[in-house]
């Protein structure tokens, strides 16, 4: 079936540094990516999504390629702050023209940025 | 806009007894989702509504779950005889159409402890 791996489940960070957090799908034709980030005692918040190969999804100074080939749509930022520290989910949506809309998410990523 | 509203945000049963947990979507949504939230599972999908119409219940236990949408402006999710291992986050989430490609907005979630 249809899933999402993130292979980091902590990353931690110092304030300015570079920020990658993997993200790796598994589904057929050409799902809907998407992140999310979810801060304490909230419900997750779309940051971006993208739905072609190549197309690049971007907010807040986050970024992130849909790559067909490799299956990924890594989450990078160039220079984190001490406000990002929060979860980060990668979310996969159905394949396009599926009149279904659920999300499959993957295990979340919990940043931890020290000043 | 008061986004996704959910109540209560804590509810604490004892095992046994039974939990309703409310849902107002966002106005002009016509999808509903409902999603489960713990440590060791990550963000479960249950169940989801479009146009109040039960379209996709394939995450939710056989058992003790159920969940409605009577009308446009609210859905419940019950347990009934809840169990520990019911004790999670539940968070409630609306999009405009239910379709795969679009953001979600997710209400802060209910907080469900099983003594």
């Known amino acids: 079936g249809d899933s999402v791996t993130q292979t980091e489940g902590q990353v931690a960070l110092s304030e300015e540094d570079f920020l990658t957090i993997h993200c790796n799908y598994s589904?057929?034709?050409?799902?809907?990516l998407f992140w999310y980030v979810q801060y304490p005692g909230e419900g997750p918040q779309f940051l971006f999504r993208?739905?072609?190969?190549?197309e690049k999804g971007s907010s807040r100074g986050f970024e992130a390629t849909y790559d067909k080939g490799t299956t990924s749509f890594h989450l990078r930022k160039a220079s984190v702050q001490e406000s990002d520290s929060a979860v980060y989910y990668c979310a996969l949506g159905p394949h396009r023209g599926s009149a279904l809309g659920r999300l499959h998410f993957g295990a979340g990523t919990q940043l931890i940025v020290i000043p | 806009n008061a986004g996704v509203i959910q109540t209560p945000r804590h509810k604490v049963t004892g095992k046994g007894q039974e939990a309703t947990l409310w849902c107002e979507p966002i106005s002009g949504h016509s999808a509903v989702f409902w999603y489960r939230q713990t440590i060791v599972q990550g963000l479960e999908f249950l169940t989801y509504f479009r146009n109040q119409a039960p379209i996709d219940d394939s995450g939710m236990p056989k058992e003790r779950f159920s969940a409605q949408m009577p009308n446009q402006s609210h859905s419940t999710l019950k347990i009934q005889s809840t169990q520990p291992q019911d004790s999670a986050v539940y968070l409630c989430?609306?999009?405009?159409?239910?379709?795969?490609?679009?953001?979600?907005?997710f209400g802060h979630g209910t907080k469900l402890s099983v003594l």
């Open positions: 989430a609306s999009s405009l159409a239910g379709q795969g490609n679009e953001r979600l907005f």
């Open positions: 589904a057929s034709g050409y799902p809907a």
């Open positions: 993208a739905s072609r190969d190549k």
